[in-house]
Each structure stands twice: as C-alpha cells, then as structure tokens.
C-alpha cells in the first residue's frame, strides 16, 4: 500500500506581534513549525517531550512547551518566542540581566528560561525567590546550577536592571 | 514521528461523527501533553487526532452552589488557580497544581489526566474523594459514570474508543468539611508521585463526630482506588490522633503496589500510611481552628 502522505493544513498565527500565514504539517510540533517553517531558530529543542523547557514560547500570553503542541494548534493564536523580547532594538531587561550576571553557558535552555522568567514577571513583576523557582522549575540547566539565573531574574524583579 | 491527520471540529456532533472511526485510528487530544509524547514514542499510532479544545461542551465551566462542572478541556492552571475551587475543592486545587511545570499546567487537562488513567494520575484521588461523576457521550447518547467505576487499569477507563469525556461533575463538598491532597516525590518538583493520599473529612459541628470520611489513594494499585475499610473505620467516631492513626494503617490494606523504578511495593505501603495521616490530620487541624 502507498504511504499517503496527510496533506498540509494552512495556519494563520501571529508571531511576534507579526501575522504569518505557513502551510504546517498535521503531525508537526509548533517548535518545528517555528524553527523549519517560520525560519525562527532561538526556539530550542532539548529533550522534545515536556521534561526540559528549553522550547518554551508564550501562546496567548501564557507559556508552554512548544515541543507539545502541534503546530495546527496554534490557528489564529499569538505566539511569542524568545526573537520578540527585544524591542526597536533594545534587549529585554531579562536578556541584559542574564548577560550581567552570567545567566548562561551553553546556552541551549536559555530561550526557555527567558520566556518562562517573562512569564512569571508578566503575571507578578515583583515575585518572591520562591515564586521564582516555582516558576522555571520546568526548566532544566545543566551548566549553571540555576543560582545566577534565579539572580538574574530577581535583579529584573527589584528594578535593577532598565 | 507517525504520520497523521489533525482535525479541530468547532462542534460536537462533528467531534463524535470523527470519532466513529475508532479502534484507535483516531485519538482524542484535549492538551496533548501526553498524547503527542505516547505518538512520538509510537506507543500510539493514531491516523486522526482530534484535537477537542473548540468543542464549547469541553469548555464548559461553572462552580456554584450546585457543585462544579469542569469541561474536560479545561487546563489544569485555570483549575488550580480558581479561588473557588481553592475554597471548595482544596485536595483538587493542590493535586491540579502538581501535574508537571507551570508549563504542562497551561496546557494539561483534568479530562486528560483521566483519560490517560495513569494509576500515579495526581488529580485522580482528588475527584474520587469528591464524589465526581463523569460525563460521556458516545455513539448511543450521553451518560454519567461515577469517576470509581471509570478507571479499569492502566490506561484503560470505561470510554470506548468512540466515546468521548465531556465533562466532569463534583457535587458540592459536604458542610463542615476539609479536603486535603498529598503525594510523595524524591524531589521538590516535577516528577511522578511515588504515592499520593487525598482526605475530605467532615465534622458535625455540635457533636464533632465524623459525619464523612473519604481517603482515595494513587499509584499504589492498578488505578486510583478508595481505602473503604479506613472510611467506615472513622465515620460516626470523635476523631482523635490515635483513631487517625488507625485510620491511616488500614488505609494500607487498600494498597495492592507493585515495586519499581520509583519505588519498591514494601515503600509505597508505607508511604500509605504517612500520607494517608497527614492528610486527615491537616483536615482535622483546618475544621478545628
């Protein structure tokens, strides 16, 4: 029997403030539609079944594994990922935070970490440590051991970083 | 990962039409948190998901007087973070908010929690010590199910493969009571429970007697099961520490585990009766204070 290969599905969906219009595969993540259709790389993948976080994005306001969701989902939806922090040019207070405190070395989970700190600062600008740590504890690093990037993200919460 | 074809029906009639495809050719997804992973995994092989998240009947939500209704759509944040279900339904806020990362939660549905019928399932113990009913509809019309005869194993539940969860019913919480979840996990977040205990305890406020005791257990069993034995132990009685005690360790007897990876058979017997008592202990303290 010849394999039938399900036909592409047409998806409308703002991303970074910008409307897209892709025509994604049924059976394609919303991380690979981002990265393969989109051409929008900063989202990462790291384990691609909900453990790590890396390839956290915001969907309508709130974040989610993007390794979880398929792309057809996301129809008329708004999508943010960690290319529409900065704004006219100027880094998000997160990104400058997590450049000065050294919030980062290889870098794979930091996207995630960036959206998931963004969406526990859009819920509560100023969170608690522990609020935090509840916050990205969906979020694995295995370089930094977390302390700087809880510190980073607590700079941000007390005003410290513009 | 396996090819197939996606369809997100607005209406219900179409969702079921969908459906009567069955014999696991299509598969329903409300979050997809598991679905898409057990797909990836080829532990399903679906040729249709269903993606049922626009079907307004899964979106249903109202809490009241009358008790809550929860569309089996609805995500597992929007559960736990409602002040009145943290009132009314404490064990089901707490156990809605342990189900993976803030991540999962945005996503992950308490129908899908069911539906999956993990026996470790955290919500599960919750809605079995509420009384809660499930609300079906099939080929054949609709249907009610109480949640204690909807887990039949592992991953199996009373649906059929051209069913589908529309929602689930808890009736009101009984006067004077307090409710209570707790499950053991080897670290602070993030992981599977090992063992997990939900309590509702309620006391006639004159007499101070237990007029309702329920104690639902996770993974310690094929599915989510009620400790009857420890209930009936405590109905009718003043409670006291030394009667909870008892309570718990016959709340044991319910526990049939099997040993593995997160914990051995003899260990999650024991963790039984720790949690099983700390969570009538925390509803004993919340209805005396």
Known sequence: ?162 | MKLFEYAAPTDLAEALRLMQRGDGEVWAMAGGTDLIDQVRQRRKEPSLVLDLKRVPELQAYQGGPQGLRVGAAVPCRRISSDPLVKDRYPALAESAALVGSVQIQNRATLGGNICNAAPSADTAPALLVYEARALIAGPGGRREVPLDGFFLGPGKTALSSRDILLELRLPPPPAHSHSHYLRFIPREEMDIAVAGVASLLALDPGTGRCTRARIALGAVAPRPVRALEAEALLEGQVPTEALLREAAARAVQAAIPISDVRGSAEYRKALIEVLAYRTLEQCLQKLRS
Do not use: W
Request: proline residues 7%; neutral net charge.
């Open chain 1, 1 to 162: 029997m010849a394999l039938r290969i399900p036909p592409r599905i047409p998806l409308r969906t703002t991303i970074n403030g910008d409307p897209y219009e892709l025509m994604v595969k049924p059976y394609q993540t919303l991380l690979e539609a981002l990265r393969d259709e989109a051409g929008l790389t900063g989202t990462k993948e790291g384990c691609g079944n909900g453990n790590c976080g890396s390839c956290t994005v915001l969907f309508n306001g709130l974040p989610v594994n993007s390794c979880l969701v398929l792309a057809p989902e996301a129809q008329d939806g708004h999508i943010v990922t960690v290319e529409g922090l900065a704004k006219d040019g100027r880094l998000d207070p997160l990104q400058k935070a997590f450049s000065q405190h050294g919030a980062l070395q290889c870098g794979i989970c930091t996207p995630g970490f960036l959206m998931a700190a963004r969406a526990i600062l859009d819920s509560n600008p100023h969170p608690s440590e522990k609020v935090i740590r509840a916050g990205i504890a969906g979020n694995l690093c295995r370089c930094t051991g977390y302390d700087k990037i809880v510190r980073a993200i607590m700079a941000v919460a007390r005003g410290e970083v513009d």
